[in-house]
């Protein structure tokens, strides 16, 4: 994704509001993502709480996610939760590989 505008960042997710406003993220790759400003070209969280879960949930095949590459996250009221990395969940069903 690449984004462009008065945001000031988050190529791929933007959050902002208050703590109430939380954003989970689970078993996801951040790729090829870029902001105009170069801040946050993954994620840019300017207010919120964003979490990112190192499990796969159903129906994944793994509980485990794979890890990937460190994201591109900049963040002005609360630190991501989490450990910043794409992580992948293995999508094939039992049997396949």
């Given at each position: 994704?690449?984004s462009?505008?008065?945001?000031?960042g988050?190529?791929?997710?933007?959050?902002?509001?208050?703590?109430?406003?939380?954003?989970?993220?689970?078993?996801?790759?951040?790729?090829?993502?870029?902001?105009?400003?170069?801040?946050?070209?993954?994620?840019?969280?300017?207010?919120?709480?964003?979490?990112?879960h190192?499990?796969?949930?159903?129906?994944?095949?793994?509980?485990?996610?794979?890890?990937?590459?460190?994201?591109?996250?900049?963040?002005?009221?609360?630190?991501?939760?989490?450990?910043?990395?794409?992580?992948?969940?293995?999508?094939?069903?039992?049997?396949?590989?």
């Amino acid at each position: 994704c690449r984004s462009i505008g008065p945001s000031g960042g988050g190529g791929a997710i933007y959050v902002s509001g208050d703590t109430r406003t939380q954003v989970a993220i689970y078993g996801t790759g951040f790729t090829g993502n870029t902001e105009e400003s170069g801040n946050g070209n993954d994620i840019f969280a300017e207010g919120g709480i964003v979490i990112i879960h190192k499990i796969c949930p159903p129906p994944y095949s793994s509980n485990t996610p794979i890890q990937g590459e460190a994201l591109d996250v900049v963040t002005i009221n609360h630190p991501i939760q989490g450990n910043a990395y794409s992580l992948y969940c293995n999508t094939c069903p039992p049997g396949y590989s």
